[in-house]
């Protein structure tokens, strides 16, 4: 790649994996110690078997992100995350059949789902390459 033929470009890389990885790793958290509220909120959705529901996207975010991070199965890590936000925008924050009051939030949260979805993307387009600084195991 290109833009990591240098040192500089190598480390910006490595924090840019770090930042977005452990602050998803940090987000996941609360799917663990929150899970009766998150899963009211999952309920209130629609989604089936709410509580496992919260759990599972828990162990999904908190593994995308650590892969990312360490660059562990970068492909798989990358588009499980991928799949994830595009999923939670969508089902989750869906402000246009939401009310006013909720409306403002759901907008927040859906525009921030969608904008991890496209670093998810990023990484999974830059999956199949070597990642300075990463453990480097992988499939692909």
Known sequence: ?????SAAGEVLFLL???????????????????TEFMAGYAEAKG???????????GVTLLLGALGVAAGVFPVVAAGALA???????????????VGEEEKQNEIIQFQK????????????????SAWPYAVGAGLF
Request: hydrophobic share 65%.
């Open 1 to 5: 790649m290109v833009a990591l033929d």
């Open 16 to 34: 840019g994996r770090l930042v977005f990885g452990l602050v998803l790793a940090f987000m996941s958290v609360g799917h663990f110690t929150n």
């Open 47 to 57: 989604v089936p078997a709410p509580e496992l529901s919260v759990v599972a996207s």
């Open 83 to 97: 799949v994830f936000f595009l999923l939670t925008a969508l089902l989750m924050h869906d402000f246009w059949n």
């Open 113 to 128: 789902n969608v904008a991890l979805f496209g670093a998810s993307l990023a990484f999974l387009a830059v999956g199949g």
